[in-house]
Structure formats: C-alpha cells, structure tokens
T-cell receptor, first 113, second 112 residues
Framework: GENVEQHPSTLSVQEGDSAVIKCTYS??????FPWYKQELGKRPQLIID?????GEKKDQRIAVTLNKTAKHFSLHITETQPEDSAVYFC????????????FGQGTRLTINP | DTGVSQDPRHKITKRGQNVTFRCDPI?????LYWYRQTLGQGPEFLTY????????KSRLLSDRFSAERPKGSFSTLEIQRTEQGDSAMYLC??????????FGEGSRLTVL
C-alpha cells in the first residue's frame, strides 16, 4: 500500500521568511496530493491540493509542487506570518475509488516574530 | 455551523467498556470516512462509506470496532471492550465522490 514520508518533523523560521516542507510517496498510482493545516485541538483543514496532471499550483502565499517521476511533492509558504504556526500534514491518494488519504507524519511549523 | 459535527468531543472510559461515537456529515456529501489520530502522528484511515454502504475497512479496524451509516446520513463508530491502545482522536470526514475531504473536530477517547 501507499506510504508517505514527510520532512522535517519540526521547522522554525523567522517571520517573513519562507518555509518548505517535503513529502515522498511510494505508490505511483497516487494522483491526488492535499496539504492540511491543523492547529492545536482543531480539525485538519485543507489549505491546498494538487493533482498529478499539474506540476505546480499556487494560492496567494502558498504553493505546492509535484514531481511525479521522483514521487515527491512540496509545500512552500512565503512571507510567513505568526498565524502560519501549526502542524502541516501532506497526504496522497488515488482520486478514483476509495479516495482514502494516506498522511505523512506531520511538520510542526513555528514562526518566530 | 454546517460542517461535520462529532459527538461526544471527549470520552473517558475504563478499560473493557464499550464506547460509541457519532458523526453528522455535511448533508449533501455521499461519502463518510473515519480516521484515527494519535498524538504527534497523521490521521490513519479506518473505514469509509458511500451512502449507506461500507466499502472499505483498514486492517487497523479490529473486530472490536464496528461502524454503521444506516440511512446514508449520520454514522456511528463503536468500540467494544476498549483497551488502552484505543486511546486516540477519532476523526470523521465527509466529501462528494472525488471531492475535498472536510474533517470534523474529532472525538477524543481516553481509556484508563
């Protein structure tokens, strides 16, 4: 089955700097890659997703890149703000069928003022 | 709030007791998922329904776990004879087929 590895497990950046989180997946059949943000005690919330027919997607300060050949995808947050502090999870699935997400282990991002 | 709602938000029980969690999905969504999340880890898939049919169950879901979605609307997840290893956050999510998953706030289980 699918396995998703996420790095780093913790990341601390200065406010205004960029943050990058990377994930690798094992199943070449996976074609849907969402990123979730989870604040302490809150539900995971989708912040951006990408499908395998696209190499890059951007939404304001957030972007995701996908390299299907290498089976890895990354989250990029630019101009970080204190409210970006949270745990971020990547996930992978096939968009057809069960669409069950396999999550990475999470990255705790801390933005230092 | 028209999002996914879960009840109870927190349950403390003694080992060996049975517990039941309820999930009310977003009303138009035909798919409903249960995930389990332990501290410091990402959510792990347990099972999912399309309408009232339970279409897939993870190997994580032992025979002490049972889930239902009797009328294709709300769902229940029951854990029988709870063990300390069952302590976790149980997350419900719903979606349209092929659409974004919306998660609930979760039901935290503590087994003493």
């Amino acid at each position: 089955g699918e396995n998703v590895e996420q790095h780093p497990s913790t990341l601390s950046v200065q406010e205004g700097d960029s943050a990058v989180i990377k994930c690798t997946y094992s199943d070449s059949a996976s074609n849907y890659f969402p990123w979730y943000k989870q604040e302490l005690g809150k539900r995971p919330q989708l912040i951006i997703d990408i499908r395998s027919n696209v190499g890059e997607k951007k939404d304001q300060r957030i972007a995701v890149t996908l390299n299907k050949t290498a089976k890895h995808f990354s989250l990029h947050i630019t101009e970080t703000q204190p409210e970006d502090s949270a745990v971020y999870f990547c996930a992978a699935s096939m968009s057809q069928g069960a669409q069950k997400l396999v999550f990475g282990q999470g990255t705790r991002l801390t933005i230092n003022p | 709030d028209t999002g996914v709602s879960q009840d109870p938000r927190h349950k403390i029980t003694k080992r060996g007791q049975n517990v039941t969690f309820r999930c009310d999905p977003i009303s138009e969504h035909n798919r409903l998922y249960w995930y389990r999340q332990t501290l410091g880890q990402g959510p792990e898939f347990l099972t999912y329904f399309q309408n009232e049919a339970q279409l897939e169950k993870s190997r994580l879901l032992s025979d002490r776990f049972s889930a239902e979605r009797p009328k294709g609307s709300f769902s229940t997840l029951e854990i029988q004879r709870t063990e300390q290893g069952d302590s976790a956050m149980y997350l419900c999510a719903s979606s349209f087929t092929g659409g974004e998953l919306f998660f609930g706030e979760g039901s935290r289980l503590t087994v003493l």
